[in-house]
Each structure stands twice: as C-alpha cells, then as structure tokens.
C-alpha cells in the first residue's frame, strides 16, 4: 500500500509558474509508477503526466507539452509536477497517482485527496 499527499497548489496568473509535489509513504516508493491527473467538476479526470519506477520514461498530454516537467525524487519519497506558462484552462485539481505500470489512462491503484490549481487572466 500506499498514502500520497499532494501540496503547492495555488492562484497564480497566467504566464506564471507552480511546482507541485506529493509525499508518499513508505520505503517502497520506488516501486511504483507515479502520475498526475487534473479534473473539474462534472468532468472526467484527464491525464496529464507520467513517470516511471527509475524516472527515466516519462509521458504528457498534448496540452502540457513543452510546458509542464514531471520529475521524482525517490530518496526522498517525492514526485513533483513543475508547471510553467500557466493557462487559465489549466485551471483544475490536480491528483497524484501511484501505480504498478505506466499508464495515461486512470488506471493506478492509489491516488491522493488533491491540490486545487487555479490560473488567473
């Protein structure tokens, strides 16, 4: 098993910039996958980055590309989404994910409460 919490969430402009982390438990941390989705309500949770076990793999939606660097820190339990060019379409919670493989789809077996991320004009 395993706990992931999320922080770093915020409002910031657009153009700006946030980093996000999330903290799991345990020593076992490098054995899983590590992803970030967002959602809004009344709206389907979407992908947005993936990293794998070593982090040496990592995956982003389109509308990330080139913007957002998802990296991990094992020794210290530690994933980070480091988010630049802020859009307001970015706005969203965003959820850390733990999972046995990389995936973009919502199919990891353990996920935190959350960071609310909102983009101002």
């Keep these: 098993q395993v706990q992931l919490v999320e922080s ?13 982390s999330c903290a799991a438990s345990g020593r076992t941390f490098s054995s899983y996958a590590m992803a970030w989705f967002r959602q809004n309500p009344g709206k389907e949770r979407e992908f947005v980055a993936t990293i794998s076990r070593s982090g040496s793999t990592t995956y982003y939606a389109d509308s990330v590309k080139g913007r957002f660097t998802i990296s991990r820190d094992n020794p210290k339990n530690t994933v980070y989404l480091q988010m630049n060019s802020l859009k307001p379409e970015d ?3 965003y959820y850390c994910a733990a999972g046995m493989v990389v995936t973009t789809t919502p199919r990891y077996g353990y996920w935190g409460q959350g960071t609310q991320v909102t983009v101002s004009s």
Excluded: E
């Design 91 to 93: 706005t969203a919670i």
């Design 8 to 20: 770093g969430g915020g409002l910031v402009q657009a153009g700006g910039s946030l980093r996000l």
